[in-house]
T-cell receptor, first 113, second 116 residues
Framework: KQEVTQIPAALSVPEGENLVLNCSFT??????LQWFRQDPGKGLTSLLL?????REQTSGRLNASLDKSSGRSTLYIAASQPGDSATYLC????????????FGKGTHLIIQP | GAVVSQHPSRVICKSGTSVKIECRSL??????MFWYRQFPKQSLMLMAT?????????EQGVEKDKFLINHASLTLSTLTVTSAHPEDSSFYIC????????????FGPGTRLTVL
């Protein structure tokens, strides 16, 4: 059974700081990895998807990297804003994308105004 | 594009009743739909995978007779929680995958089930 681990479990930083969220996975046959945002009591918002053949993806202030050999991914958030406060989930899938996603437990992020 | 809806968004029921949750892909054909469950302060756990026209594949520990999944068309999958009990109270989220680039899954907004 594949595992996804996210560190830290919670993070609180002042507004404006750059920050990095970490994700590690055990699946050596990873097909793609996604980062999601989840607001309290809400569903998931997909942020970035990285295929196993890619090393990074960028969207606005977000940059996600993938190192398949070490089983690690990072989500970099630049110039953090209070609106970035949410839980960030990392998830991976294998089986050519036919399998369901294995999720980490998330990092609960608070950006202090 | 790639919008997935779920209905209802919230349901409260009495113990022993059955509840049906619908998951629809609104603008694409979903060859595969997935059902996940999220307990408070926990992450999402895959419950089952369903392909249109065939029986669902359940993850270990998920009772297929309790969580009935029907994927009758390329745009609709339903999850029925039979004889619900308070321990079934959870957030249920579906996702759908079609012929998209990277086989990406698109998630519905979730259904909050509370069993009294």
């Amino acid at each position: 059974k594949q595992e996804v681990t996210q560190i830290p479990a919670a993070l609180s930083v002042p507004e404006g700081e750059n920050l990095v969220l970490n994700c590690s996975f055990t699946d050596s046959a990873i097909y793609n990895l996604q980062w999601f945002r989840q607001d309290p009591g809400k569903g998931l918002t997909s942020l970035l998807l990285i295929q196993s053949s890619q090393r990074e993806q960028t969207s606005g202030r977000l940059n996600a990297s993938l190192d398949k050999s070490s089983g690690r991914s990072t989500l970099y958030i630049a110039a953090s804003q209070p609106g970035d406060s949410a839980t960030y989930l990392c998830a991976e899938t294998s089986g050519g994308g036919a399998d369901g996603l294995t999720f980490g437990k998330g990092t609960h992020l608070i950006i202090q105004p | 594009g790639a919008v997935v809806s779920q209905h209802p968004s919230r349901v409260i029921c009495k113990s022993g009743t059955s509840v049906k949750i619908e998951c629809r892909s609104l603008d694409f054909q979903a060859t595969t739909m997935f059902w996940y469950r999220q307990f408070p302060k926990q992450s999402l756990m895959l419950m089952a995978t369903s392909n249109e026209g065939s029986k669902a594949t359940y993850e270990q520990g998920v009772e297929k007779d309790k969580f009935l999944i029907n994927h009758a068309s390329l745009t609709l999958s339903t999850l029925t929680v039979t004889s619900a009990h308070p321990e079934d109270s959870s957030f249920y989220i579906c996702s759908a995958k079609g012929y998209s680039r990277y086989n990406e899954q698109f998630f519905g907004p979730g259904t909050r089930l509370t069993v009294l």
